[in-house]
């Protein structure tokens, strides 16, 4: 795997424009293609970088939720270094958040998740000794860091907007504090650990995340449980 600073787009102009309109990527942010020799580190002023990924196995949409951009903004991250593990690991919590009724906040994520540091690139990991809110590991996924282009900066808030990390080493997260999350939500969303899974728009019209419902006004997302247990794995529409 080669590292941020030297993986170049292959994106072309026919697929970015397949991922816009399938996307809702609004043409006010200005998409922009990169050069066939581009790379994330190379973005144009007032540009930040967005891979494609982002939108199907990280379930995000622009505009980015409140929750997220505070997640980047506890951390430092900037947008660009964000890889699509990590804001999958941000959509999954805070959609879990969403559907057990709790308000997702960044100290009761900082309980469950830490950042790292990889060849440029930031993510997140379970810390250690705390269950897990997800019940399947992230499925892997190819060639995600060569598919990216360009949007203007104002689609991050200016205080989640930090110059690019050139550092090796990131200081450690500590644990939050009793005081700093809810014990109860906690312990809910352990017991409704679910897995990473990739949602079709009404449903994350339902938790919040896009504003592009496409079905009709008297049509609505509800879940179904199997098995006798609350788990939200099935999703379905009814008139």
């Known amino acids: 795997m080669g590292s941020i600073t ?3 787009c292959v994106l072309t ?5 397949a991922i816009c309109a399938k996307y809702f990527v609004p043409e006010e942010v200005h998409p922009q293609l990169p050069s066939s020799d581009a790379t994330m580190h190379e973005r144009p002023t007032g ?5 494609t990924r982002f939108f199907d196995y990280a379930n995000y ?11 980047l903004t506890h951390f430092r991250i900037p947008f660009s270094q964000l ?12 959609i879990l958040c969403r559907v057990c009724n709790i308000n997702p906040s960044v100290g009761l994520f900082r309980y469950f998740y830490m950042h790292n540091y990889k060849n440029g690139w930031f993510g997140f990991t379970k810390r250690p000794n705390v269950r897990a809110c997800y019940s ?46 809810n014990v109860e939500h906690a312990n809910t969303l352990i017991a409704q650990a679910s897995p990473f899974l990739r949602f079709p728009e009404e449903f994350l019209c339902w938790v919040g995340i896009s504003r592009n419902y496409l079905l009709n006004k008297d049509t609505y997302p509800r879940f179904e449980y199997g098995n006798g247990q609350r788990v939200w794995v099935f999703f379905s529409v009814y008139p």
Do not use: C
């Open 83 to 94: 890889s699509v593990f990590g804001s999958a690991k941000v959509s999954h919590f805070e």
């Open 13 to 17: 102009q026919e697929h970015l424009d």
């Open 136 to 181: 399947k590991n992230l499925d892997s996924v190819k060639n995600w860091n060569d598919h990216f282009f360009w949007v203007d900066e104002f689609v991050v808030p200016a205080n989640a907007r930090f110059g690019w990390f050139l550092g090796t080493n990131i200081v450690k997260d500590r644990a939050p504090t009793i005081s700093e999350y």
């Open 6 to 8: 030297s993986i170049k």
């Open 61 to 71: 949409r622009i505009l980015f939720s409140n929750f997220f951009v505070s997640v």
């Open 47 to 51: 540009k930040v970088g967005m891979y």
